[in-house]
């Protein structure tokens, strides 16, 4: 199984993940303790400063990873609307804002806080388009330093 590479260029313009959660996509990894514990190693904690977003490649799947006080969140990197490059947009608390089109979504669960900031007629038309639907996160967990990433958390159930 190939590492993690941290994306160089904000503009990277890969797809985002399609399908199952992270552990049902990837081979189970060779070390013995990434078996028992279901986690695969993403990078170093210190890699990402508090308040601050970094994308990261595994496998051909671009992955977000935000310092959100003391715990790190990981996401698809790409948003579920238009497929803006999330790690581009702005991150307030544990709330990220896509930069196309201003959607918002909490990365604690996927939820959305905000489709798009369109009004009226042009958001009734943008939500039959294209229905609102949460951003896939994953389970995570720091171990000696190291970021690492479990499988996707299930969705939170809508009204």
């Not at 496998?59 to 990197?77: M, N, Q, S, T």
């Amino acid at each position: 199984m190939r590492g993690p590479t941290v994306l160089g260029s904000p503009a990277n313009t890969g797809g985002g993940m399609r399908g199952a959660g992270l552990i049902d996509l990837y081979p189970i990894p060779s070390k013995e303790e990434d078996v028992v514990s279901g986690f695969i190693e993403l990078m170093h904690a210190d890699e990402v400063p508090p308040g601050a977003m970094k994308a990261v490649e595994l496998d051909g799947h671009e992955l977000l990873i935000a310092h959100v006080g003391d715990v790190f969140l990981v996401a698809d990197a790409r948003c579920p609307h238009l497929g803006g490059h999330l790690v581009q947009g702005v991150l307030v608390g544990s709330v990220v804002t896509c930069p196309r089109h201003h959607s918002q979504f909490d990365l604690t669960d996927g939820h959305v806080v905000r489709w798009t900031d369109w009004t009226g007629a042009v958001l009734t038309i943008g939500e039959l388009a294209r229905h609102p639907r949460p951003l896939r996160v994953y389970e995570s967990e720091v171990v000696e330093g190291i970021v690492m990433v479990g499988a996707q958390k299930l969705p939170i159930a809508t009204p």
